[in-house]
């Protein structure tokens, strides 16, 4: 289950049944009626993120919203308002309280899950104020750079290469002076799941070339493949992206259809360097040749894409999802080991010797 918790506050069962509905596939969901026992959970146990409805027991949720707002550390917790009507002066008063986000009900599902992505990253963000300058910048720069291209690719638009490039500039010196550490823990709570893989990825692929003696442009061809390795998938559905269970045939082909995706705006796109297409092309193939989406076997594959494919793979075992935990570098890298002849087992070992000093206190 999920370690992000919403807690969502609505005394009108119906409309509390179909938000615990929305919410329950990707986050663990509390729901209380009335405005003490809210509260309390609020203080004693604070959520991720809540969904605070005009109707609360006994009087409405603006007294509560208004506690809330009182309370040190809970006044930047993520809120979002509902009610039924965009004339509802209760969504209103919560603007007035500093609540950015409201929603009219009936709301979509997509809405809601949005709203409270946003507002989820929207304080991580904000966090990162802590972070060191370069590592920050790096975070602030891909981010950018990320959203950016889910604008692009619904605009049918080509992607400008060189601000990718620019924004893996402060990645790459970060790696390169072993200082990525805060970039792991800034993202771990992150609500963009593709974000999240495709920026550890990056660092990840960064890290691996640098030890290896990659440099320069180079560094940064690998960096940026790491960042665009998997933008096809801002056109797979939410639900197949996050679905835990095992897909069905066609869902995985939806689903696999990614690789295309990416190799279609990429390749529309001018300036795109050979390896970082090569990253994004060949990074779900496999030695063997059991891979997809064209089954190339040994000399076929492209070195950069023998690596990404090994980090993707360690990515994604160690990555958290909101339906398992991170699993243990030393375990992701032992089933690594076990596949044999579908990946370079000298790279994998080279990766290894790479990680496991670094992932004693990964993130
Ligand atoms: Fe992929
Ligand atoms: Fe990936």
Not at 91 to 113: C, E, M, N
Request: neutral net charge; charged residues 25%; proline residues 5%.
């Amino acid at each position: 289950m999920s370690a992000r918790r919403v807690y969502i506050i609505d005394a009108n069962s119906k409309h509390w049944t179909d938000t615990v509905n929305a919410l329950s596939a990707l986050y663990n969901v509390a729901y209380y009626s009335d405005q003490g026992a809210a509260l309390d959970a609020i203080a004693f146990d604070p959520p991720t993120a809540v969904v605070l409805d005009e109707n609360v027991l006994p009087r409405g949720g603006l007294p509560l919203l208004r506690e809330i707002c009182c309370v040190p550390d809970l006044d930047k917790l993520p809120i979002i308002c509902t009610a039924t009507s965009e004339r509802n002066s209760f969504l209103a008063d919560a603007i007035g309280l500093g609540v950015q986000t409201t929603l009219v009900k009936p709301f979509r599902r997509s809405a809601l899950l949005q709203a409270l992505s946003t507002e989820i990253n929207g304080k991580i963000e904000r966090s990162w104020v802590r972070i060191e300058p370069i590592q920050r910048a790096a975070l602030r720069r891909t981010t950018q750079v990320f959203n950016g291209i889910a604008e692009l690719i619904g605009q049918g638009a080509p992607l400008p290469y060189e601000s990718v490039r620019d924004a893996c500039e402060p990645l790459v010196e970060a790696v390169s002076a072993d200082r990525y550490k805060d970039m792991l823990h800034g993202i771990r709570e992150h609500d963009n799941y593709t974000y999240v893989h495709t920026l550890r990825m990056s660092i990840f692929l960064a890290v691996f070339g640098h030890a290896i003696g990659v440099r320069g442009n180079d560094l940064l061809v690998l960096a940026a493949g790491g960042l665009l390795h998997d933008v096809g998938k801002i056109s797979v559905p939410h639900r197949i992206l996050n679905k835990p269970d095992r897909l069905s045939d066609a869902e995985m082909q939806t689903m696999r259809s990614h690789v295309t995706n990416t190799s279609m705006f990429l390749r529309g796109s001018p300036g795109v360097p050979r390896g970082a297409l090569a990253i994004a092309e060949q990074h779900h193939e496999k030695l063997d040749g059991s891979g997809y989406p064209h089954g190339l076997k040994g000399k076929e594959l492209n070195e950069l894409a023998r690596m990404a494919t090994i980090v993707d793979i360690f990515g994604a075992l160690t990555d958290r999802r909101a339906y398992k935990e991170a699993m243990e570098p030393e375990r992701a890298l032992h089933i690594m080991a076990r596949l044999g002849g579908l990946l370079d087992q000298y790279l994998v070992g080279v990766f290894r010797t790479v990680l496991l000093d670094a992932a004693k206190d990964f993130p």
